[in-house]
């Protein structure tokens, strides 16, 4: 075969390792997936300049230095303090705290060194750093991430024989940093979450102390170890653990405030009770009453919460891939995130009663109901194309792999800055929290594929495994669906060469592997 040289495709297919068509000014393939064609590189003119001097007699000493130091390796200080203000800072707040990087900072800063949090933290920070700067590859060949691993694990065993230190908020929170170290290595390497981690989180629960100094601080990481179990318990369709179910029926009160995440993760104990047929009475009724909390959740939530609608040319720019022309916005991922797991409960529900249905219409020996099956599929479809017209929020126009370049990238376009609402005439008790438009971007850029891409697999998930449900939606739907979660695996690196990325079963498989990496992660 004859080399014709390097590919002339667009950019974006480029950026998606895929093969482009060539067609000119925008590829069809761009087109047919909703994505932006980023056009075609012109060819570089290049000028060479006289560096000979450079390349003189080396000394042999600093040879040995240059093999002795592996190149590009993340200092730990800059990992951390990039993780910690992009992950734990940017966009974050106690009125939505879910109780893990809400107070990751303020406790991290009170550790020694060599403490088993400070790590734990290192530990996961390098990792992610290593990914922004070296891809797929950042989570797997990177070695002081390992280091910082073992020696948290060794810190974590010291704490837990110290009753000093096994109750304290500080050796919860190594606990759980080490498990979404663990989640976030399983993600990438497309296999099952350990789960070791997470089991031990739930055992110190039982050991926590009340009315001690910080209180407070243990009250909110405990919430995180129940949110995280919850969420664990209806992806895999089983029970809660009994600790985690004696701590949530417990009337005892709680130094933590009650906001609006708290009282979702009760309700979603419901829910996974209900999945795990482990609730009593009748289930349809049973999915009819915690649907009803879920309603009631929805109009409870403060104002500032509720999305924004923005349609295409009037709110955010034209290149951002947008949901049959409109997306909404929120003040922050956090919050947005909050808002799909809500929709997945809710969405849950309708896939049980769907079941129910056919089930009771079925020993009857009649055909399901056509009027309740109508109705539940317009519901199951609001609620899937509210989720969809999240996605603009969290991706803009970004359709190639993630790098650090792009929190400057003037090219990056998202329909979530201050202005946007503004240009929406918005009241001001729905304009983004305080949050300086520049930290607004940065988080979007730093969270937003992570916060959509469970949510995406799920949907995926539940479009391969329940046909029924599937048959009730738009057709156009389910493929919008694949092409958007494809992208995000291309933000993050995750997109395995092996595979054609285009096919449909490629995909459903794809958000299979992510959903057992994603087992002790929180959302949907």
Not at 60 to 74: E, Y
Not at 186 to 205: E, P, V
Not at 356 to 367: C, F, I, P, T, V
């Amino acid at each position: 075969m004859v080399n014709r040289g390097r590919s002339g495709g667009c950019v974006t297919c480029k950026g998606r390792r895929v093969k482009c068509d060539e067609e000119k000014p925008h590829c069809r393939r761009c087109r047919r997936h909703g994505l932006s064609c980023g056009g075609y590189k012109t060819k570089l003119k290049l000028r060479f300049r006289e560096q000979n001097h450079k390349f003189g007699p080396v000394d042999v000493g600093c040879r040995a230095l240059a093999r002795a130091v592996p190149p590009s390796l993340p200092a730990p200080d800059t990992a951390v303090a990039f993780y910690l203000r992009h992950y734990a800072g940017y966009g974050r707040s106690i009125d939505s705290a879910r109780g893990f990087f809400e107070v990751l900072v303020p406790v991290y800063r009170s550790q020694e060194n060599d403490s088993a949090l400070s790590h734990a933290v290192s530990a996961l920070a390098s990792l992610v750093w290593s990914i922004w700067r070296h891809g797929s590859h950042g989570a797997t060949d990177c070695r002081p991430p390992r280091q910082s691993y073992a020696q948290a694990v060794a810190g974590l065993r010291r704490a837990i024989a110290d009753r000093n230190q096994v109750n304290m908020p500080a050796t919860l929170l190594a606990v759980l940093a080490l498990q979404l170290y663990e989640n976030v290595a399983a993600i990438y390497g497309l296999r099952l979450a350990a789960r070791t981690h997470h089991d031990g989180a739930i055992s110190l629960l039982s050991l926590a102390e009340p009315g001690r100094a910080n209180a407070m601080v243990g009250a909110y990481v405990q919430k995180f170890v129940l949110h995280i179990e919850v969420s664990s318990a209806m992806r895999r369709k089983r029970p809660i653990q009994s600790t985690v179910s004696l701590c949530l029926r417990s009337k005892a009160p709680t130094a933590a405030p009650y906001n609006p995440s708290v009282a979702l993760d009760d309700i979603g104990a419901s829910i996974a009770d209900l999945q795990a047929a482990h609730a009593g009475g009748d289930p349809k009724a049973e999915a009819k009453r915690i649907d009803d909390q879920l309603l009631a959740w929805a109009r409870s939530v403060p104002l500032h919460w509720r999305p924004i609608r923005l349609t295409s040319g009037h709110g955010f720019d034209s290149s951002i891939p947008s949901y049959m022309g409109s997306c909404d916005i929120y003040p922050s991922c956090q919050i947005a995130n909050i808002w799909n797991l809500w929709r997945l409960q809710r969405l849950v529900l309708v896939k049980l009663t769907l079941g129910l249905h056919d089930n009771a219409s079925r020993s009857l020996g009649g055909m399901p109901g056509e009027i309740e099956h109508v109705a539940l599929g317009e519901v199951a479809q609001e609620l899937i194309d509210s989720v969809c017209r999240s996605v603009p929020f969290y991706l803009g126009n970004r359709c190639v792999p993630s790098n650090m370049a792009d929190f400057t990238d003037a090219t990056i376009f998202l329909p979530s800055c201050p202005s946007a609402a503004q240009n929406n005439n918005a009241d001001d008790v729905h304009r983004h929290l305080d949050m300086p438009s520049d930290e607004h971007r940065r988080h979007i850029i730093a969270q937003g594929p992570w916060h959509i891409m469970s949510p995406l697999s799920r949907l995926l998930t539940l479009f391969s495994e329940d046909a029924r449900t599937a048959s009730l939606l738009r057709p156009a739907t389910c493929q919008w669906v694949r092409a958007q979660f494809l992208r995000v695996l291309t933000l993050l690196h995750i997109s395995p060469m092996a595979y054609d990325i285009d096919s449909d079963a490629t995909a459903d498989f794809l958000a299979r592997q992510v959903r057992k990496g994603a087992m002790f992660m929180s959302g949907p």
